[in-house]
């Protein structure tokens, strides 16, 4: 999906237009977590509107490449981020949305506050996840890897201020 326009990410505040579209190249790939993501966003469960919290588009022009969110990450008592439910279009795959998605995502942690960003990805995105600076996890519950971020981790909350002000 070559496109001469360049990849831009914008914070969105609920799903895209083309979200079907993208949910059924991710079931097409043998990914559900878009489907999860749709589920949890009609629910209530999960809208990405807490402190520290956001979901990301990336778009080339007015299509939809792909989506990422950042939440608290549910699996540790202590402050963490979690990057959820990245998924990049397969036929956009390679050209950079991906990158740019979870460039977004850390951006937003550390904003936000948290001290570290956790995934639980799947070994195909492993390679992805420590070329854009992830460390793989060694003894961390419910996470593939890991990425500390620029802040003290005396400080176990996030920001209020963080994304949502």
Known sequence: MRSAHPIRVALVRALPP????????????????????REDWE????????PGEALFAAYAGDALLGLGGLTR???????????????V?????????????LAAITEG????GWPRLRVRAPASAFLFYERCGFLRAV?????THVRPLRRSLADPAPSATGLRA
Do not use: I, N
Not at 109 to 112: I, P, T
């Open 18 to 37: 083309a979200f079907a579209e993208l949910a059924a190249d991710a079931l097409a790939d043998s990914q559900k977590m878009l489907d999860v993501l």
């Open 43 to 50: 629910s209530g469960t999960q809208r990405f509107d807490a």
């Open 73 to 87: 990450d549910p699996y540790l008592e202590d402050a963490a981020g979690r990057v959820r439910r990245l998924y």
């Open 89 to 101: 279009r397969r036929a956009a795959r390679g050209h950079g949305a991906g990158r740019a998605l």
């Open 109 to 112: 942690a550390a904003e936000a």
């Open 139 to 143: 003894g961390e519950r419910a996470a």
